[in-house]
């Protein structure tokens, strides 16, 4: 079963809109810690934000933040007032604990494309 | 450079031949990764190493391909008698072997090409 799930393959926005990509994941774990990367064109892998298992507040990283449902097994990120650099690919990605073997496991990613 | 170091960056291998690629992580990082990507794709799980234990290598294609972590640091990954389907970018990242905030950092990946 896939442990991290990101059911967008590709989505769409409008230029200074506020955009929405989905995650959710699955573990036993009660500690364990989510992220967040960009990976434009370029290849490279950018580190956005971070969200762990215990934190009580959503994450926020300037435009980024984190929308954590621990019930629902959710940690959507959300990108506020999209610019034309946004344009990349996103991974969301889980480490999990003890059980897990503390392993970073990463979704199978969101191409957002950004519109002028 | 205190970031994870990956070489080759590109790497054209004839059909058949073992290639190796290599990836230092950043010191102290308990915890070193192997991902395969191919054009336009995920991040492809290959093996994970972590301290001392035996490697998760549950994510190795087959048996061509294999891994190594020598002292704790510096990482081979060989695949032997390449073949098309290999080409991909190789990706190698590292992090604290902890759940805590550490996020893992990525090399620059190699980039394989099987012709």
């Known amino acids: 079963a896939q442990k991290i799930t990101q059911t967008q393959p590709g989505m769409f926005v409008q230029e200074k809109e506020a955009v929405t990509l989905d995650c959710t994941y699955d573990?036993?774990?009660?500690?364990?810690?989510l992220f967040w990367y960009k990976q434009p064109s370029s290849g490279e892998m950018i580190f956005l934000i971070y969200?762990?298992?215990?934190?009580?507040q959503n994450a926020t990283e300037g435009r980024y933040s984190l929308n954590f449902q621990k019930a629902r097994k959710s940690a959507n990120l959300v990108i506020s007032a999209s610019q034309l650099g946004d344009s990349a690919m996103y991974f969301c990605?889980?480490?999990?604990?003890?059980?897990?073997?503390?392993?970073?496991?990463f979704g199978a990613g969101t191409r957002l494309f950004v519109k002028a | 450079g205190a970031g994870v170091s990956q070489s080759p960056s590109n790497k054209v291998t004839e059909k058949g031949k073992d290639v190796e690629l290599r990836c230092d992580p950043i010191?102290?990082?308990?915890?070193l990764y192997w991902y395969r990507q191919s054009l336009g794709q995920g991040l492809e799980f290959l093996i994970y190493?972590?301290?001392?234990?035996?490697?998760?290598k549950s994510g190795l294609p087959s048996d061509r391909f294999s891994a190594e972590r020598t002292g704790g640091s510096v990482s081979t990954l060989t695949i032997q008698r390449t073949q098309q389907e290999d080409s991909a970018v190789y990706l190698c990242?590292?992090?604290?072997?902890?759940?805590?905030?550490?996020?893992?950092?990525f090399g620059q990946g190699t980039r394989l090409t099987v012709v």
């Open positions: 990605a889980m480490r999990e604990g003890l059980t897990g073997g503390f392993k970073t496991i």
């Open positions: 573990t036993s774990d009660q500690s364990y810690g």
């Open positions: 969200q762990g298992s215990y934190d009580e």
């Open positions: 190493f972590q301290g001392n234990s035996a490697p998760d």
């Open positions: 990242a590292s992090s604290e072997g902890r759940t805590g905030g550490t996020e893992a950092f």
């Open positions: 010191s102290g990082h308990t915890a």
